[in-house]
């Protein structure tokens, strides 16, 4: 099978994959200097969109696909479903459930990236900036003071006026809200990732009463999908009893 990493929950079903000597090869895309070592076999990089999937997945000869990627990761997504529907291949989503405001919560959602630039405010203003280092440049021409924190030091400054925090999660509401104190912090931007390794920001949000800008999850053609791990385990021996006729 393949399995479609870069999040917690890739990494916890690559340890079960790997305790039961399931034949398994781990993706990343190659989006960090230093991926976390994974207990199978890893590639690192793209294949060269659906058609480059599709290929490597018949010459590998893969039976099954788990699709473990960022919630966000939609491109990887989308060829995942193609390659896969291309082979008649099965294919899982493994996707942790998204955040949903509480009381307390001072929430915008927007669509996407270019909205959640149009929704600061015009004024300068303190803002942390969670998305990654992709989507930075889309706020370049705003003239706030911004926060980020990335998991590898930057060759260049990605933003003016940027003070960086060079952090690998899974990060606490403690140390996010003193880190957002520490740089009184007027708003948030954030993906709606889900999952708890980044969940402080949002709830140091809501201590400090931080405005949040959350950008909803893309839209992706319908499959299959789990929340946990184990779940994706048990679908992954349903399947394969099924395609053997057991």
Same mark, same amino acid.
């Given at each position: 099978?393949?399995?479609?990493?870069?999040? /917690?929950?890739?990494?916890?079903?690559?340890?079960?994959?790997?305790?039961?000597?399931?034949?398994?090869?781990?993706?990343?895309?190659?989006?960090?200097?230093?991926?976390?070592?994974?207990?199978?076999?890893?590639?690192?990089?793209?294949?060269?969109?659906?058609?480059?999937?599709?290929?490597?997945?018949?010459?590998?000869?893969?039976?099954?696909?788990?699709?473990? /990627?960022?919630?966000?990761?939609?491109?990887?997504?989308?060829?995942?479903?193609?390659?896969?529907?291309?082979?008649?291949?099965?294919?899982?989503?493994?996707?942790?459930?998204?955040?949903?405001?509480?009381?307390?919560?001072?929430?915008?959602?927007?669509?996407?990236?270019?909205?959640?630039?149009?929704?600061?405010?015009?004024?300068?203003?303190?803002?942390?900036?969670?998305?990654?280092?992709?989507?930075?440049?889309?706020?370049?021409?705003?003239?706030?003071?911004?926060?980020?924190?990335?998991?590898?030091?930057?060759?260049?400054?990605?933003?003016?006026?940027?003070?960086?925090?060079?952090?690998?999660?899974?990060?606490?509401?403690?140390?996010?809200? =003193?880190?957002?104190?520490?740089?009184?912090?007027?708003?948030?931007? =954030?993906?709606?990732?889900?999952?708890?390794?980044?969940?402080?920001?949002?709830?140091?949000?809501?201590?400090?009463?931080?405005?949040?800008?959350?950008?909803?999850?893309?839209?992706?053609?319908?499959?299959?999908?789990?929340?946990?791990?184990?779940?994706?385990?048990?679908?992954?021996?349903?399947?394969?009893?099924?395609?053997?006729?057991?």
């Amino acid at each position: 099978m393949l399995l479609l990493g870069g999040t /917690t929950e890739a990494s916890r079903l690559a340890a079960l994959l790997a305790r039961e000597k399931v034949a398994a090869v781990f993706s990343y895309a190659g989006r960090t200097a230093a991926p976390v070592p994974q207990p199978l076999p890893t590639r690192i990089g793209g294949f060269g969109g659906p058609e480059g999937l599709a290929a490597w997945l018949r010459a590998e000869r893969i039976t099954h696909v788990v699709d473990a /990627t960022h919630p966000f990761a939609a491109q990887m997504s989308q060829n995942a479903h193609a390659a896969c529907a291309a082979l008649n291949l099965p294919l899982l989503a493994l996707q942790r459930p998204a955040w949903q405001a509480g009381p307390g919560d001072d929430w915008l959602h927007v669509p996407d990236i270019a909205a959640a630039a149009r929704a600061l405010p015009e004024a300068p203003a303190r803002v942390f900036l969670a998305i990654g280092k992709q989507n930075l440049p889309a706020f370049a021409h705003l003239p706030h003071r911004w926060l980020l924190r990335l998991v590898d030091p930057p060759e260049v400054p990605p933003l003016p006026n940027a003070d960086i925090v060079i952090a690998r999660g899974p990060f606490t509401s403690e140390g996010d809200r =003193a880190l957002m104190a520490a740089h009184r912090i007027t708003h948030l931007v =954030a993906k709606n990732s889900g999952g708890a390794g980044a969940e402080g920001k949002l709830a140091a949000a809501r201590a400090l009463g931080v405005r949040v800008v959350m950008i909803d999850r893309p839209a992706l053609p319908p499959r299959a999908e789990v929340a946990r791990p184990k779940e994706a385990l048990d679908w992954l021996h349903h399947t394969a009893s099924a395609l053997r006729g057991v």
